[in-house]
Nanobody
Framework: QVQLVESGGGLVQAGDSLSVSCATS????????MGWFRQAVGKEREFVAG????????YYADSVKGRFTISRDNAKNTVYLRMNSLKPEDTAVYYC?????????????????????WGQGTQVTVSS
């Protein structure tokens, strides 16, 4: 059974930095595309960042480009999201997601139905 467990969320002030992690188990992590999504109260879940299995290709939502960085450590079966210059509008539950394989089209990284496994989420709250 595949498991994804996020950690590292918390309460920070605007302008601060925070990193969240997602530890995976139960499948070959190195062959999985990984993604981070978020969902704010009263809003739909949205794409934040995506990463190819090798880590060579990264994809970001326009709202976080230049502030957030997705990375992975295949030896530790873990994916990270480093968030800098946080804004109150970044407040959300952040979810980690994994696919069974690498999407053939880069546009697929942006859609939630590309991913087959999801974590339980970690809350990130940014105060103004």
């Amino acid at each position: 059974q595949v498991q994804l467990v996020e950690s590292g969320g918390g309460l920070v002030q605007a302008g601060d930095s925070l990193s969240v992690s997602c530890a995976t188990s139960g499948r070959t992590f190195s062959s999985s595309a990984m993604g981070w999504f978020r969902q704010a109260v009263g809003k739909e879940r949205e794409f934040v960042a995506g990463l190819s299995p090798s880590g060579s290709s990264r994809y970001y939502a326009d709202s976080v480009k230049g502030r957030f960085t997705i990375s992975r450590d295949n030896a530790k079966n873990t994916v990270y999201l480093r968030m800098n210059s946080l804004k109150p509008e970044d407040t959300a539950v952040y979810y980690c997601a994994a696919s069974r394989g690498a999407p053939l089209l880069s546009t697929r990284y942006y859609t939630s139905n590309t991913y087959d496994y999801w974590g339980q989420g970690t809350q990130v709250t940014v105060s103004s």
